[in-house]
């Protein structure tokens, strides 16, 4: 079992910077590759951003590329999403997963493991 915890989140104006964090623990989360989603109120959960569990393979969504950064330090098994020049339709619930068989994918279903979420709000 993996336990994913998000943090980072909080209140930005518009054009500002935010860094999630999603730290892992039991398993070692190295092997895993890890996604970020989004969910906005009254909207669906949205992809975001994946790294495949080695950082070879790096995804985003079109409406991110350019401003968001997905990373991973393995030794403290954490992944983190750096948001630069933040849009309030960047405003939603923020959520780190986990995929056991490594590979950086925008498919929902495919992650096991799933964070509570942390709320960024952009405010314009």
């Known amino acids: 079992q993996v336990q994913l915890v998000e943090s980072g989140g909080g209140l930005v104006q518009a054009g500002g910077s935010l860094r999630l964090s999603c730290a892992a623990s039991?398993?070692?989360?190295?092997?895993?590759?890890a996604g970020w989603f989004r969910q906005a109120p009254g909207k669906e959960r949205e992809f975001v951003a994946a790294?495949?569990?080695?950082?070879?393979?790096?995804i985003y969504a079109d409406s991110v590329k350019g401003r968001f950064t997905i990373s991973r330090d393995v030794a403290k098994n954490t992944v983190y999403l750096q948001m630069n020049s933040l849009k309030p339709e960047d405003t939603a619930v923020y959520y780190c997963?986990?995929?056991?068989?490594?590979?950086?994918?925008?498919?929902?279903?495919?992650?096991?493991?799933w964070g509570q979420g942390t709320q960024v709000t952009v405010s314009s």
């Open positions: 997963a986990g995929d056991r068989h490594g590979s950086a994918t925008r498919t929902e279903s495919e992650y096991e493991y």
């Open positions: 039991g398993r070692t989360f190295s092997s895993y590759g």
């Open positions: 790294i495949s569990w080695a950082g070879g393979t790096i």
